[in-house]
């Protein structure tokens, strides 16, 4: 089983910015998609940005678009979010997350299900 490590969650202020960084090791289906999802209690695990890592092609929530970016490090199971004008309806927990894909498929499976392995989350919390 894959070791997926979040960090760099926190508390900020509304208008502020956090970058929560995750690295999987011991992954061995490819090609893959790493994602962040994010939780509040006694609500669904929903997905916010997936990546293909074969491509570099990030999507996002309608809700955060345009406030995060996803990046990767190129050649490694490693990948960043940004996260810019932080809102406090943005208060979760973040969770990190691989599956592996067809070949030849551009998009990210967006279903909880399809993901094979996660962190143990890294809570981000945004109040004045």
């Known amino acids: 089983q894959a070791q997926v490590m979040e960090s760099g969650g926190g508390s900020v202020q509304p208008g502020g910015s956090l970058t929560l960084s995750c690295t999987v090791t011991?992954?061995?289906?490819?090609?893959?998609?790493m994602g962040w999802f994010r939780q509040d209690p006694g609500k669904e695990r929903e997905w916010i940005s997936l990546?293909?890592?074969?491509?570099?092609?990030?999507e996002y929530v309608d809700s955060v678009k345009g406030r995060f970016i996803m990046t990767q490090e190129i050649g490694m199971d490693t990948v960043f979010l940004i996260m810019k004008n932080l809102k406090p309806e943005d208060t979760a927990m973040y969770y990190c997350?691989?599956?592996?894909?067809?070949?030849?498929?551009?998009?990210?499976?967006?279903?909880?299900?399809?993901?094979?392995?996660w962190g143990q989350g890294t809570q981000v919390t945004v109040s004045s």
């Open positions: 990546m293909n890592l074969g491509n570099s092609r990030a």
């Open positions: 997350t691989i599956a592996g894909v067809a070949n030849g498929h551009m998009l990210c499976p967006r279903m909880r299900a399809s993901y094979d392995d």
């Open positions: 011991g992954y061995i289906r490819s090609p893959r998609c």
